[in-house]
């Protein structure tokens, strides 16, 4: 059963960089055309794509926060990094990371729990 | 890119079914087959209960199923249980490569 677990630091300071990491277990993430998408939810609010990464490294990012946000892969370790620079009180959200199974599917079959992460001074 | 309409709650009663409807473009809804329906209960990660419109994934009962005409695509879930009771969000493909989803619609069992 493939797994993911978003974690990083919960507090950030605004204008500061925030970093994330997902770590996926229970699957191979090279057997496959997968790749993992960052969304987050803002308290009260809906769902945001932030962007994916293809195990190629093949990025795609919502055009509304593409200046700011990097996604990266290290297969070796089966983690995908979030960092998302210049942060305002806005970008506070729980983040959540998910696999889709790539190729022409753009669904999320397996999800993470969900990071809380909070900028404030 | 906008994010897909969703009605902000709907209800029902236990046996009953609902329809939470997504409204989209033709920029995504409308152009792509890609529409995807997630259920969060909180403190958990949304999970997956139809994707490409109407395809059910393995384990998802099949009280839960999709459509889709012109831009809008609706989420049906017949015979509604207290468990149903959760938020529920749309995502679409849409042009640009990119994906969009619904603001959330919660669904009370009465």
């Known amino acids: 059963q493939v797994q993911l677990q978003e974690s990083g630091p919960g507090l950030v300071k605004p204008s500061q960089t925030l970093s994330l990491t997902c770590t996926v277990s229970?699957?191979?993430?090279?057997?496959?055309?997968?790749?993992v998408t960052w969304i987050r939810q803002p308290a009260g609010k809906g769902l945001e794509y932030i962007g994916r990464?293809?195990?190629?490294?093949?990025?795609n990012y919502n055009p509304s926060l593409k200046s700011r946000v990097t996604i990266s892969v290290d297969t070796s370790k089966k983690q995908f990094s979030l960092r998302l620079t210049s942060v305002t009180a806005a970008d506070t959200a729980v983040y959540f990371c998910?696999?889709?199974?790539?190729?022409?599917?753009?669904?999320?079959?397996?999800w993470g729990q969900g990071k809380l992460v909070t900028v404030s001074s | 890119q906008s994010a897909l309409t969703q009605p902000a709650s709907v209800s029902g009663s236990p046996g009953q079914s609902i329809t939470i409807s997504c409204s989209g473009t033709s920029n995504d809804v409308g152009s792509f087959n890609l529409v995807s329906w997630y259920q969060h209960h909180p403190d958990k990660g949304p999970k997956l209960i139809i994707f490409e419109v109407s395809e059910r994934p393995s384990g998802v009962s099949s009280r839960f199923s999709g459509s889709k005409s012109g831009n809008t695509a609706s989420l049906t879930i017949s015979g509604l249980q207290a468990e149903d009771e959760a938020d529920y969000y749309c995502c679409s493909y849409a042009v640009g490569s990119t994906l969009v989803f619904g603001g959330g619609t919660k669904l009370t069992v009465l």
């Open positions: 998910a696999r889709a199974p790539g190729g022409f599917h753009y669904y999320f079959d397996y």
């Open positions: 990464i293809y195990t190629t490294g093949s990025t």
């Open positions: 229970g699957g191979s993430i090279t057997s496959g055309p997968y790749y």
